[in-house]
């Protein structure tokens, strides 16, 4: 049985300031090209049955200097719709909104955490019967995919805010005993 392995996409401007980027489609800053690149070394010997990205630049991006050639992007992986909290950071909602989280609350004009479970849940649907042929890479951004690790445990997406995930980092989901598990979490490229 195969393995989803998770990568999240190189660095932006914006997630080197914390800004909330979800539909604003930026590029990679030259160290998030070298992170990308670093994935590469990382993911070296594996069989990928597919790989699947969001459709923004920034994840496109990492998969080509990874070395991986995306098989389909859905909009399904793309980061976490922040609405009104586009290019924001967490800190600023805070001064207004101090008890914000965006795994509880979602994001006003945005999505809610059971929206985008939703939309994990379809990712998640298509890549199980995949992994029979091998691996499945998943190409994403940071809170979608800490969604999808979540929904991987079977668990709501509010616990995706427990599961931090850096810029170029590689996550592995697998199974025990055959049940769903987490095999590497957050594991830096570069």
């Not at 719709?81 to 909104?97: K, L, P, Q, R, V």
């Not at 999505?111 to 649907?125: A, F």
């Not at 929904?151 to 810029?167: F, I, Q, S, V």
């Amino acid at each position: 049985m195969g393995e989803i392995v998770l990568v999240r996409h190189g660095q932006t401007e914006w997630s080197a300031n914390g800004r909330h980027t979800s539909y604003t489609d930026l590029d990679l800053t030259a160290d998030g090209e070298r992170q990308a690149r670093a994935v590469a070394e990382r993911i070296e010997g594996r069989r990928f049955a597919a790989v699947i990205s969001s459709p923004r630049r920034r994840a496109l991006r990492t998969a080509e200097l990874a070395g991986l050639a995306v098989t389909e992007t859905t909009e399904d992986l793309a980061e976490w719709n922040y609405g009104e909290y586009e290019g924001i950071t967490s800190a600023t909602i805070h001064e207004t909104d101090p008890d914000w989280w965006l795994f509880r609350d979602g994001a006003p004009g945005g999505e809610s955490p059971e929206q985008i479970g939703e939309r994990i849940d379809r990712v998640l649907e298509k890549v199980r019967p995949l992994l029979g042929d091998g691996d499945v890479a998943l190409i994403g951004h940071g809170h979608a995919l800490r969604v999808v690790g979540a929904r991987w445990l079977g668990l709501p997406a509010e616990y995706g805010g427990r599961l931090k995930l850096g810029t170029a980092t590689l996550s592995v989901l697998g199974f025990d005993h055959g049940r769903t598990a987490i095999d590497v979490w957050n594991s830096p490229c570069g």
